[in-house]
């Protein structure tokens, strides 16, 4: 099982209990960036091409704990940036993890192992690692030589030490389906808890616009990718948003559903888009023209088919009536019953 029952049963209880007030929109992962920073300048990122006194900010732990707590998502991803770079994550991560926060850090690893120390291994804590591919196509995505080779030293000694550890993998036009579907065993032989994947979003500040995927092809990419399903491969997603990658499913955007705090505040509308901040999480729900987003609905949104816009929707489906959670419960078990 990808996900530990606890914190299934600490989403699913959460869920069920907005259902259950009538609330409509509430957030399900508070993407937290406490620095843009990075170590690496991959070609997709849209996050690095910012001016040096702001990747030079960083948020508090205080600020952090206190987003959290605003925001009230039962699970808190951490990008960046690389946020290993922040000289004070550790006791940010101790501080959510003290607020009963399932944690995430995605991290590139390449100083995963020398910080290991710094961190306790938790049901709370899981180290996403983001892995874009066999060792030719990641050190081709991240620009630089080497860095598959340590990150795979660095996720083997994140095992051994006990901690959770997942991979994130973001693929472009580029992906040749049979070598991800390898790298997949790979990453299974490595005893990974599960693996996330998603289309690449099309960054406007991005260096590489070229290999970004538009809809059809995301769809025919991760059907090849997905068919025929190997029953040793572990994902920590919704299996309905997988079937949505492959086109098996129709969703709108849940824009919400994974709000972004960074140095700048709340980001409007969500943690692709950049349309204005926000103080306040209050504020960012209740002043954000969330009709304005979402497939159909406006031009930046037309080919986007990422988690963090869409595995919310999947969710929501799935708690949404008997017959969303029977869905689930048929794809999880007969993931290739089509």
Not at 59 to 80: F, K, M, R
Not at 180 to 205: C, H, N, W
Not at 254 to 271: A, D, E, H, L, R
Not at 303 to 329: K, N, Q
Request: with cysteine; proline share 6%; glycine share 8%.
């Amino acid at each position: 099982m990808a996900v530990p029952v606890s914190q299934m049963w600490t989403v699913a209880s959460y869920v069920l209990g907005k259902r259950l007030r009538g609330i409509e929109r509430y957030p399900l992962v508070l993407m937290l960036e406490p620095i843009l920073r990075c170590n690496l300048a991959c070609a997709g990122c849209g996050k690095i091409q910012y001016p040096d006194h702001i990747l030079d900010k960083q948020l508090t732990p205080e600020q952090c704990w206190a987003a959290a707590e605003e925001c009230g998502a039962p699970i808190v991803s951490i990008p960046g940036g690389e946020p290993l770079i922040h000289p004070r994550l550790p006791e940010i991560v101790r501080g959510l993890m003290a607020q009963k926060r399932y944690v995430y850090v995605c991290t590139n690893a390449i100083l995963l192992e020398r910080k290991l120390a710094e961190f306790t291994p938790s049901k709370y804590l899981t180290f996403s690692i983001h892995m874009d591919g066999m060792r030719d196509e990641h050190d081709l995505a991240v620009c630089r030589d080497g860095v598959y080779d340590v990150a795979v030293k660095a996720m083997k000694a994140a095992l051994t030490r006990g901690f959770r550890v997942t991979t994130n993998t973001t693929l472009f036009d580029d992906a040749n389906p049979e070598r991800v579907r390898t790298f997949f065993d790979q990453m299974m032989a490595l005893g990974v808890e599960g693996m996330m994947i998603s289309p690449g979003y099309s960054y406007q500040k991005a260096p590489d616009q070229k290999n970004f995927l538009k809809r059809s092809r995301t769809r025919h990419l991760f059907s090849q990718i997905l068919g025929n399903r190997k029953s040793g491969w572990r994902f920590n997603q919704s299996p309905l948003f997988l079937e949505f990658l492959m086109g098996r499913r129709e969703y709108q955007c849940t824009p919400w559903g994974n709000p972004t705090y960074n140095v700048f505040g709340w980001q409007k509308p969500c943690y692709l888009l950049q349309d204005g901040y926000t103080t306040t999480f209050r504020e960012l729900m209740e002043h954000t023209d969330w009709e304005n987003y979402g497939t159909g609905r406006n031009e930046k949104c037309a080919d986007c088919m990422v988690h963090c816009g869409y595995e919310a929707s999947a969710v929501a489906d799935t708690f949404g009536s008997w017959s969303g959670l029977g869905r689930t419960v048929k794809s999880t078990l007969m993931p290739n019953a089509g």
